[in-house]
């Protein structure tokens, strides 16, 4: 059989496929994205109508794919890090109930944040709410994963979080796959109150998810996805996790290496394997994509003497993506570099594109700003945070998803005036509609301007719920029908533009602003296919 | 064989669509193969690039250690220079001389230039010109991909059978198309 050319996340999504799951539930985000998009493109997905299209946020996804295991099928939720943040409270709480049909949470870290606010690792979330995690080394892993992790979480009436980082999401490689597996039939759970939470059986739960902590262990002991290679010289073993265990591999296999290698792609922590190298070895060194996780949880490992090495005691960067060329340098191995990048370098910083209606949009706001020194600008997350380079200079703060509204709300009742929150519209249905509620019950005197580029822009243009429906939505939430204004981004239009945020500006109360121009892009990308 | 390619541009000239066409060779002649590409925030307008590695034998990591890249291959000038910690000593640099200016602070060209061809091996060529020379200006990148044809240790016929794989939904003028630049491109390198 020939290899398929896959991406990590698609590798996943395959594999899935080829599973027999039933849906995919989740919201863009760099670098999950490219997970639900393959799904949306692929032949058996179609043909199966399995569920594909994407949800509001990554809570109702979270919720949703919950909602198809408590119903015996097999599911997955994917986000990027920072979504996981918003799922939080549905994937926590799904560890106390537990899964029916296999669910899987695909969850995609950005160490060295290419796209991100922050470079939080997953892994952590995977111990604090005592689930297995399984972090995948390679593509063929990822399609793999999909397979044993639905397996894995049917055994154990678990969910079980896929972890996966940028340079394994956006890297493509062979793969192998296998034959299309029936789905799983509509069944409920054996006991018909493992999904209800009420304090008295979340107490019988918490005390069977706790002791089942070192059954887990022993699944992370025999898993195919970890692997113990011994090695006679044990002056120093090495712990490689996930991507880690690549540049390990690509140093060692040029040199004559003789330590004792544990690569861990499943946790918890496999406890015999760690200790047998902890007691066998005088110093071990971690090698983890992200931040320190099994580096701290070794010293919870009974080690004698054993020196501990990796990103907390400055063998590996403390920060930011690995490289083979750091792996090199803690292994003390030959470490080449071409010659250094010339100074005339220039960088390119990411940009607005040329005719983004943002642009338009940002030279109103400034302009009317120019006469309140007083008035500040709440943005968000997408393509429009871009708006704070030069040339625009045009916005003060960004949070995280659906804070512009609430951090303008906040600001405003402290005496900041004019209070502009910019939010797109995809974001505004991910999480900007309590803000907008909360402003609307206070009566609170600020301008949302809801950037309707008719697309979710920044992760390269997918549709959204809550498309066409801003206005009535709006309205709906309570803001005046007078007040929700939409107005053409456009240069020809500034004027009339600008006279729109005066207005409005000055109206005591809330406003929307809505600048409505398709994404330059989207159009681009639809002129293109109709030719 | 294993060949290490650093694959370089600004966000949009097409350097995705060299990676696949030379993805497609190595799959077709049963090589390992890995490839790292940039996606989101950083594909507007910024300086993309893309790791490309192929071997006959397993490739662990997506990234190419620096030090060991076998060639880089860039469709802009100042971008071929941006990946030299890479590139081993031996190493070859491909690129088009025409810049992609959509900054204030761009070096001079001659600057940049005198710089590649510093190198002992490189290829220097406009392939922007020769692409609109044979009527197919949207083509440059494929100008590039034939300009690095001999480096790359596939045949130019098992690049032009990875082009026919790769664009041939999209019809025999677009393939044709493709093909022409690509030749072009092979010549010019000549």
């Known amino acids: 059989m020939e290899k398929i050319l896959l991406l990590g996340d698609e590798a996943l999504a395959q594999g899935a496929i080829d599973a027999g799951i039933s849906g995919f539930y989740g919201y863009p985000g760099t670098p999950s994205t490219e997970i639900i998009e393959f799904v949306q493109k692929n032949k058996v997905a179609i043909d199966k109508d399995i569920h594909r299209t994407w949800a509001s946020n990554e809570k109702t996804a979270m919720e949703e794919a919950v909602g198809m295991s408590y119903a015996g099928k097999r599911t997955m939720a994917t986000m990027k890090h920072v979504g996981l943040n918003v799922a939080a409270d549905p994937f926590m709480n799904s560890a106390m109930t537990g899964a029916n049909g296999g669910l899987l949470v695909a969850v995609a870290d950005d160490p060295s944040m290419h796209s991100s606010q922050n470079e939080q690792d997953s892994r952590v979330f995977a111990n604090f709410a005592l689930i297995p995690c399984i972090e995948p080394s390679n593509q063929q892993e990822c399609y793999e994963a999909a397979f044993y992790g639905f397996e894995?979480?049917?055994?154990?009436?678990?969910?079980?979080?896929?972890?996966?980082?940028?340079?394994?999401?956006?890297?493509?490689?062979?793969?192998?796959?296998?034959?299309?597996?029936?789905?799983?039939?509509?069944?409920?759970?054996?006991?018909?109150?493992?999904?209800?939470?009420?304090?008295?059986?979340?107490r019988m739960k918490y005390d069977k998810l706790v002791p089942l902590q070192a059954q887990l262990e022993k699944a992370s002991e025999e898993s195919p996805f970890n692997k113990y290679i011994d090695g006679e010289d044990k002056t120093l073993g090495i712990i490689a996790c996930g991507l880690g265990y690549n540049y390990l591999m690509e140093n060692v296999r040029k040199v004559d290496f003789k330590h004792p290698i544990l690569k861990v792609s499943q946790y918890p922590l496999p406890r015999k394997q760690v200790e047998k190298?902890?007691?066998?070895?005088?110093?071990?060194?971690?090698?983890?994509?992200?931040?320190?996780?099994?580096?701290?949880?070794?010293?919870?490992?009974?080690?004698?003497?054993t020196k501990i090495k990796g990103r907390l005691d400055g063998s590996l960067p403390r920060v930011g993506e690995l490289n083979p060329n750091h792996v090199?340098?803690?292994?003390?191995?030959?470490?080449?570099?071409?010659?250094?990048?010339?100074?005339?370098?220039?960088?390119?910083?990411?940009?607005?594109?040329?005719?983004?209606?943002?642009?338009?949009?940002?030279?109103?706001?400034?302009?009317?700003?120019?006469?309140?020194?007083?008035?500040?600008?709440?943005?968000?997350?997408?393509?429009?945070?871009?708006?704070?380079?030069?040339?625009?200079?045009?916005?003060?703060?960004?949070?995280?998803?659906?804070?512009?509204?609430?951090?303008?709300?906040?600001?405003?009742?402290?005496?900041?005036?004019?209070?502009?929150?910019?939010?797109?519209?995809?974001?505004?249905?991910?999480?900007?509609?309590?803000?907008?509620?909360?402003?609307?019950?206070?009566?609170?005197?600020?301008?949302?301007?809801?950037?309707?580029?008719?697309?979710?822009?920044?992760?390269?243009?997918?549709?959204?719920?809550?498309?066409?429906?801003?206005?009535?939505?709006?309205?709906?939430l309570g803001v005046e029908e007078d007040h929700i204004r939409v107005i053409t981004p456009l240069p020809k239009q500034h004027e009339i533009n600008v006279k729109v945020f005066e207005e409005e500006i000055a109206y005591e109360g809330v406003s929307v602003i809505i600048p409505r121009r398709e994404c330059v892009q989207t159009l681009k990308k639809k002129l293109k296919s109709r030719r | 064989m294993k060949k290490d390619i650093i694959l370089a541009g600004v966000g949009g000239q097409g350097i995705l669509t060299i990676a696949t066409v030379i993805g497609q060779a190595a799959v077709s002649s049963k090589m390992y193969i890995k490839q790292a590409e940039v996606h989101g925030m950083s594909q507007r307008g910024g300086d993309v690039q893309s790791h490309l590695r192929i071997s006959d034998e397993e490739i662990f990591s997506d990234l190419i250690p620096m030090g060991e890249a076998d060639l880089i291959l860039s469709v802009e000038?100042?971008?071929?220079?941006?990946?030299?910690?890479?590139?081993?000593?031996?190493?070859?640099?491909?690129?088009?001389?025409?810049?992609?200016?959509?900054?204030?602070?761009?070096?001079?060209?001659?600057?940049?230039?005198?710089?590649?061809?510093?190198?002992?091996?490189?290829?220097?060529?406009?392939?922007?010109?020769?692409?609109?020379?044979?009527?197919?200006?949207?083509?440059?990148?494929?100008?590039?991909?034939?300009?690095?044809?001999?480096?790359?240790?596939?045949?130019?016929?098992?690049?032009?059978?990875?082009?026919?794989?790769i664009f041939g939904r999209k019809g025999e003028a677009i393939v044709e198309a493709n093909i022409k630049a690509l030749k072009a491109g092979f010549e010019a390198a000549k």
């Open chain 1, 277 to 305: 190298i902890m007691s066998e070895c005088d110093q071990v060194l971690v090698i983890e994509e992200g931040m320190p996780v099994v580096e701290q949880q070794l010293k919870g490992f009974v080690s004698g003497n």
């Open chain 1, 152 to 202: 894995l979480s049917e055994k154990f009436k678990l969910p079980v979080m896929i972890r996966l980082e940028t340079r394994l999401s956006h890297s493509r490689a062979g793969v192998t796959t296998k034959a299309v597996q029936e789905e799983n039939k509509l069944s409920f759970p054996d006991d018909p109150n493992q999904f209800m939470l009420l304090p008295a059986f979340s």
């Open chain 1, 328 to 476: 090199a340098k803690a292994l003390g191995l030959p470490n080449n570099f071409g010659e250094e990048k010339p100074a005339f370098i220039a960088n390119r910083p990411p940009a607005l594109c040329v005719g983004c209606p943002h642009i338009d949009s940002y030279k109103a706001i400034t302009e009317v700003l120019k006469a309140t020194p007083n008035g500040r600008v709440f943005s968000d997350i997408g393509c429009y945070t871009l708006g704070f380079l030069p040339p625009y200079n045009a916005i003060n703060t960004c949070l995280d998803m659906g804070a512009s509204i609430t951090m303008a709300k906040g600001a405003s009742k402290a005496g900041v005036y004019p209070a502009i929150a910019v939010i797109g519209d995809s974001t505004f249905f991910h999480s900007g509609l309590t803000g907008l509620m909360d402003c609307v019950y206070d009566k609170d005197n600020l301008v949302v301007v809801i950037l309707d580029n008719s697309t979710t822009g920044m992760t390269g243009g997918q549709d959204y719920t809550g498309f066409g429906r801003i206005e009535a939505v709006c309205k709906a």
């Open chain 2, 77 to 165: 000038p100042m971008e071929a220079l941006r990946y030299l910690p890479y590139l081993n000593e031996n190493g070859w640099l491909i690129a088009n001389s025409t810049p992609f200016v959509n900054i204030t602070n761009y070096p001079e060209k001659e600057e940049v230039y005198n710089k590649i061809k510093a190198y002992k091996n490189h290829v220097l060529i406009d392939a922007d010109t020769i692409a609109k020379e044979i009527g197919s200006a949207r083509s440059m990148n494929m100008v590039i991909l034939g300009a690095a044809v001999k480096t790359l240790g596939f045949t130019i016929n098992q690049i032009e059978d990875a082009i026919k794989t």
